[in-house]
């Protein structure tokens, strides 16, 4: 991860700002370089997804499901 | 071990004593009376309109004990004990509305709004969000049963209490005809008091017509004492009605729109029933009252209070002028309610002695009172 991805996360917490924290996680688990890591940050995305009731909960619980790591 | 003597609370009223003054002051019997009277029935504990829309959560403290009221998705009125399955976290900690999921701050386990557990993140490890060990379907949030019944959401902790239909049925059939959509006049109906009182008082307070005349003394103009019944269904409720209800009106003379379809009956009488252990009715031709008395400990109470009316769109100012009476009312009550209770520390005090002829209705409360937390004493000398 990137400092300057790393810096916008802590501030969309900061904030909090929902709709960023689910554009970050996904950004960094899209540029993670192991299975597991992009995971990590895939659960994160899907977590404040469903907390905000945000579309992207589908495509990204959909996106665990396939590496086998949600049901 | 027995903590009061209450063989002489259920007598008739002629030879009854009123309950001992533990009942009031001591904490032992209030956690005893916390049970017998409380978390075993069907007892108040917020309103629907509360919690209006789809995803409205509320975080209440009942007797201790941390509860969520929530309006699911499809509208239900929900309550769960306020706390993550995982680590007992509390999860809502003020007024919000729910968007999604509720997310426990702590580890982020997520539950819908029905209370399901539907995110477990990381619980198999960085990345790993499921594990054989945790099922799902079986770590929903705990739901305490709930119904709403003139819009106050009535809550049984013990979960074994009769259907809220079938214990509660004397009042709703009395009542039927009153079976209606209910307004809430919103945020200008809805008040709270705070007092000093033992919350069993102002049940006892309110479901006597004896000392209208005296604490109340504005109602002597057109509300005599005659001019009331009691009402008594004993293990059940009491109370006491009018028959000389006068509609408030405001300078033009307007008043509040009747409930549709209530019969002439209802034209000037009206009734204020306590139905056990703490909510306090009223019903009007014109508009309704709850009262939620949130027992806070033995001598400390807060009466929640919300008025209702037959249609949403009705005129602010003859509203508020509505609840300013109501509240002056109820002000002039506190007087004596924390009165009583203060009495109760004076150690020759035997209960009291009721009026054979107008105190029936308290009676038949301490009645109810004593036989509930007998009737718990004795499951407890069973087990033992």
């Known amino acids: 991860m990137t400092g300057d991805l790393h810096a916008r996360m802590l501030a969309a917490h900061q904030g909090p700002d929902p709709t960023a924290l689910i554009t970050l996680y996904t950004e960094a688990a899209n540029g993670a370089n192991s299975l597991d890591a992009s995971c990590f940050f895939l659960t994160h995305a899907y977590v404040f997804a469903l907390e905000a009731g945000a579309p992207q909960a589908s495509q990204l619980h959909w996106r665990l499901m396939q590496n086998g790591r949600e049901e | ?384």
């Open chain 2, 1 to 384: 071990m027995t903590l009061t003597d209450l063989s002489n609370v259920r007598a008739t009223v002629d030879k009854a004593n009123g309950l001992p003054n533990a009942h009031y002051i001591d904490p032992t019997v209030f956690e005893e009376e916390k049970h017998a009277l409380l978390f075993s029935q069907w007892a108040g504990l917020a309103v629907a309109a509360d919690v209006p829309e789809p995803g409205d959560a509320v975080p209440l403290t009942f007797l201790g004990m941390p509860l969520l009221l929530l309006r699911d998705k499809d509208g239900t009125v929900r309550v769960f004990q306020n706390i993550c399955r995982h680590r007992g976290m509390i999860l809502v900690d003020s007024p919000r509305k729910i968007e999604g999921a509720i997310r426990c701050p702590y580890h982020s386990w997520c539950y819908s709004t029905k209370g399901e557990l539907v995110s477990t993140p990381h619980v198999g490890g960085p990345g790993q969000n499921t594990h054989a060990a945790i099922r799902r379907s079986e770590l929903g949030l705990n739901e305490v049963r709930a119904h709403v019944w003139r819009d106050v959401v009535w809550i049984n902790l013990s979960g074994d209490a009769p259907n809220f239909e079938i214990a509660m049925s004397h009042i709703i059939e009395r009542w039927r005809e009153f079976d209606l959509p209910l307004h809430h006049g919103g945020h200008g109906s809805r008040f709270t008091l705070e007092v000093q009182t033992n919350w069993k008082l102002a049940v006892e307070n309110y479901c006597e017509s004896y000392h209208l005349p005296w604490v109340h003394p504005g109602l002597n103009s057109y509300s005599r004492l005659e001019d009331h019944y009691h009402i008594e269904e004993p293990e059940a409720y009491s109370g006491q009605g009018t028959m000389v209800y006068r509609q408030l009106t405001n300078e033009d003379g307007d008043t509040f729109v009747d409930f549709d379809g209530v019969s002439a009956k209802w034209n000037e009488q009206a009734e204020y029933i306590a139905a056990y252990p703490n909510v306090l009715l009223g019903v009007h031709r014109d508009h309704s009252f709850a009262i939620i008395l949130e027992p806070k400990g033995p001598g400390a109470t807060v009466e929640h209070v919300h008025l209702y009316y037959a249609q949403p769109d009705i005129d602010e100012g003859l509203k508020a002028r509505n609840t300013q009476l109501w509240k002056g009312v109820f002000e002039e009550d506190i007087l004596v309610v924390e009165g009583m209770q203060k009495g109760r520390h004076a150690t020759q005090f035997d209960g009291g002695r009721f009026s054979p002829v107008m105190d029936s209705p308290t009676h038949c409360f301490h009645s109810w009172v004593a036989g509930k937390v007998e009737a718990q004493r004795s499951l407890a000398r069973a087990v033992e």
